[in-house]
């Protein structure tokens, strides 16, 4: 198991930019695939991007490519998700998610608290 927490988020308009992070500790880091999800209001939990334990490969939703970047710092045990020309239908909670398998599996045992994403139109 490893622990999560999330922050950087808020209230952004619409074109505007943040950047959430996730500090984990428990399990290597280095080991960890690691992801970001989100949910927003009425709909169901889906994946937004993920990141293997070396930083490459990386994989996006389609609705996200080319507007958000994952990256992570193995030395500070930190996932970040920079978000970029964000719209009104990015507003979600963004969960932050820690898994032992494969980026490509979309399979994660571990989840933090979220933070909430607001994107005001």
């Known amino acids: 198991q490893v622990q999560l927490v999330e922050s950087g988020g808020g209230l952004v308009q619409a074109g505007g930019s943040l950047r959430l992070s996730c500090a984990a500790s428990?399990?290597?880091?280095?080991?960890?695939?690691m992801g970001w999800f989100r949910q927003a209001p009425g709909k169901e939990r889906e994946f937004v991007a993920g990141?293997?334990?070396?930083?490459?490969?990386?994989t996006y939703a389609d609705s996200v490519q080319g507007r958000f970047t994952i990256s992570r710092d193995n030395a500070k045990n930190t996932v970040y998700l920079q978000m970029n020309s964000l719209k009104p239908e990015d507003t979600a909670v963004y969960y932050c998610?820690?898994?032992?398998?494969?980026?490509?599996?979309?399979?994660?045992?571990?989840w933090g608290q979220g933070t909430q994403v607001t994107v005001s139109s």
């Open positions: 998610a820690a898994s032992g398998s494969s980026v490509f599996s979309r399979k994660y045992d571990s």
């Open positions: 428990g399990r290597t880091f280095s080991s960890n695939t």
């Open positions: 990141i293997s334990g070396s930083g490459v490969p990386r």
